[in-house]
């Protein structure tokens, strides 16, 4: 059974920066994507960033792009969320997710079949 565990949110002032971290355990099979979602109070779940385990591809929502980058650390399989410039629109609950249905998945809450209990982020002075 796999699980996903976020770490790394808390309160940041608008500007700065926050590193989240999703540790994967368990067996994985063939090549899955793992994904940040994030989801404000009384928003839908959004995704934010994912990684494909097989063949490297990321790709980033398009209110992230320049300022939040994702990374997969080996041999632990742990993926990390550097956020930079950090908005009030940035505020939510990060979670990530595990899908093995590729590319086709990437931002598609649905497709994703495992999830962490997420890590709460706040940006504001």
């Known amino acids: 059974q796999v699980q996903l565990v976020e770490s790394g949110g808390g309160l940041v002032q608008p500007g700065g920066s926050l590193r989240l971290s999703c540790a994967v355990s368990g067996r994985t099979y063939e090549f899955p994507a793992v994904a940040w979602f994030r989801q404000a109070p009384g928003k839908e779940r959004e995704g934010v960033s994912v990684i494909h385990f097989g063949d490297g591809m990321i790709y980033y929502a398009d209110s992230v792009k320049g300022r939040f980058t994702i990374s997969r650390e080996r041999p632990s399989n742990t993926v990390h969320l550097q956020m930079t410039n950090l908005k009030p629109e940035d505020t939510g609950t990060y979670y990530c997710?595990?899908?093995?249905?590729?590319?086709?998945?990437?931002?598609?809450?649905?497709?994703?079949?495992?999830w962490g209990p997420g890590t709460p982020v706040t940006v504001s002075s």
């Open positions: 997710g595990l899908s093995y249905k590729g590319s086709y998945a990437n931002f598609v809450p649905r497709l994703y079949s495992n």
